[in-house]
């Protein structure tokens, strides 16, 4: 079996953990985001040369000087059957600044036609490469690349295998979906299959209504972390000057648009994140949970870390989340208000300017963003969300959930979660969902227990990926060897069966066709 991975980042290291692993018949080839990163692993693991790879940084560069063929990317969009636009606004390198992950930088480095010129020498390069290579399938990590986005389209147009690894919110458990973009086939069938609920989902069911859904890779909040960011700001500006020296001597490195400026995002995430927390928290009216309660009846709106695939993929009719909270708060009955809470990667990341334009929105509430969102669930009539676990969290407890975007617990009854549709008629689907919600426990265990039937427990995030400040959850393995051997043994069988090379591409947006 040959296995073209896909990899940005820190998940090249796990790419190069996992091919290991594999059967010694097995090949693999590589597609990689980031110069410094592989650069950094090659010197440690010269192994890493053999390997046939595709290198986006080279892309990037060729794409400087050329021009796009835009019969050759009509005729490609007809063949994919959606708009090539959607690959570039995967990617917050390409479509919106270089500061884009520490502040709102919307200006994007490229021209239309330069982001064109890019689109289209990739697609080309991504064909060839798939077309040299012949892998038996495709494995994704992330989608936050337009190499992501159209690896995934590519594969699935010529029939090859495709799946990527995801965390399923469920303690540490990761599945292997058959894609990144659309609600996967394979957890629609697991669905359908309704299988009795596992001990470890009615154990975190339980738990999630006692204490919050807590999971592996999920972010710790407090003011103390946030306060710890401003007092080690001078050491990590000091490191992020050295490497900014060094990475200025590789013209490479210096040319790559994936990486980051280290001494402006060092800056901005250890000095103006914090400090701008701390003055938000005391300039503008933040309800704690004595003052939430105190609200009567309201709706929930977790707001989205922006650019983020949240919004970029998976959300795509509204990245403009002032605009969506104006309409969601227009739509609730006179006397309802909705609270909103920021989401902890945006913390400082906004200036107060933009929640005084929430604020100036009649019936908007902001909630402390140190507060546990599970605090404001249970106590909300409605909570509503483009993506992201918080609705998840909700439906545990209980609660109606509205969902804007694609995730793929909208496979839940619509008694219990709905798609926003027409948002001329929102107001409608409002009132519809606060007195028409019924709770199904048996469909919410047999989504869960559906959700693990097509996954692995792994400390993906704490452990492959060595992120700090998050949470780790109670499986920690004492082998970090036998750990990658079991993903690969996970990854590899499951490749083989035939609903990953299923192409979702034309599936209806939102709800799956099973779903009635």
């Not at 007092?231 to 990475?247: E, M, Q, T, V, W």
């Not at 928290?281 to 009567?296: F, H, R, T």
């Not at 998976?314 to 708060?329: C, D, H, K, M, V």
């Not at 452990?463 to 004492?478: E, I, N, V, W, Y």
Request: include cysteine; charged fraction near 25%.
């Amino acid at each position: 079996m040959k296995i073209l991975c896909v990899t940005m980042g820190s998940w090249l290291q796990v790419f190069w953990q996992l091919q290991k692993h594999l059967p010694a018949g097995d090949t693999v080839a590589l597609y990689a985001a980031d110069s410094e990163n592989y650069d950094r692993l090659l010197r440690m693991q010269p192994g890493l040369a053999a390997i046939p790879t595709l290198k986006e940084w080279e892309i990037t560069r060729a794409a400087r000087t050329h021009t796009a063929d835009i019969n050759r990317l009509e005729a490609l969009q007809s063949q994919l059957g959606l708009t090539l636009w959607h690959a570039l606004l995967a990617d917050r390198r390409v479509f919106f600044g270089p500061l884009s992950k520490v502040r709102q930088d919307y200006r994007s480095r490229y021209t239309e036609d330069q982001m064109l010129g890019l689109l289209d020498l990739a697609a080309q390069c991504i064909g060839t490469f798939l077309e040299e290579q012949r892998p038996d399938a495709v494995l994704g990590f992330s989608m936050a690349t337009f190499g992501d986005y159209l690896f995934e389209r590519l594969a699935k147009q010529r029939g090859i295998a495709y799946g990527q690894l995801k965390s399923t919110k469920i303690d540490n458990n990761v599945a292997l979906l058959d894609s990144g973009i659309e609600i996967a086939a394979v957890l629609r069938q697991a669905v359908a299959n309704k299988q009795p609920a596992a001990a470890q989902v009615n154990k975190y069911v339980e738990e999630a209504r006692a204490k919050g859904v807590r999971y592996e890779g999920g972010i710790k909040l407090s003011r103390q972390a946030t306060a710890k960011k401003l007092i080690g700001a001078p050491k990590h500006l000091a490191a992020a000057a050295f490497h900014s020296f060094r990475r200025s001597r590789s013209s490479v490195h210096r040319s790559d648009s994936h990486l980051v400026p280290l001494i402006r995002a060092a800056w901005y995430n250890g000095v103006v994140h914090p400090v701008r927390t701390f003055q938000l928290a005391n300039s503008l009216p933040l309800k704690g949970v004595d003052q939430i309660g105190e609200l009567g009846r309201f709706a929930f709106y977790p707001m989205h870390f922006e650019p983020e695939v949240s919004l970029q993929v998976f959300g795509r009719p509204y990245q403009n989340q002032i605009e969506l909270i104006r309409t969601l708060a227009l739509s609730m009955p006179v006397g309802m208000k909705l609270v909103v809470k920021e989401h902890p990667r945006s913390l400082g990341f906004r200036k107060a300017s933009y929640y005084r334009k929430l604020l100036d929105i009649p019936n908007v509430r902001l909630a402390d963003p140190f507060m546990p969102s599970i605090e404001i669930v249970r106590r909300a009539q409605l909570v509503c969300v483009v993506s992201g676990t918080i609705g998840l969290e909700a439906a545990i407890h209980r609660k109606p959930v509205l969902v804007f975007g694609r995730t793929p617990y909208t496979l839940l009854p619509d008694t219990m979660v709905q798609q926003a549709g027409d948002l001329n008629n929102l107001e409608r689907q409002v009132r519809d969902m606060l007195s028409e919600h019924r709770h199904d426990e048996e469909a919410l265990k047999n989504y869960l227990s559906a959700m693990v039937s097509v996954s692995l427990p792994v400390n993906l995030y704490t452990g492959m990926l060595g992120k700090t400040g998050r949470h780790q959850g109670d499986h920690k393995p004492s082998d970090a060897d036998a750990e990658y051997g079991r993903l690969a043994d996970f990854v590899r069988s499951r490749l083989l069966e035939p609903v990953y090379r299923v192409s979702d591409v034309d599936l209806p947006f939102g709800k799956s066709a099973e779903k009635k």
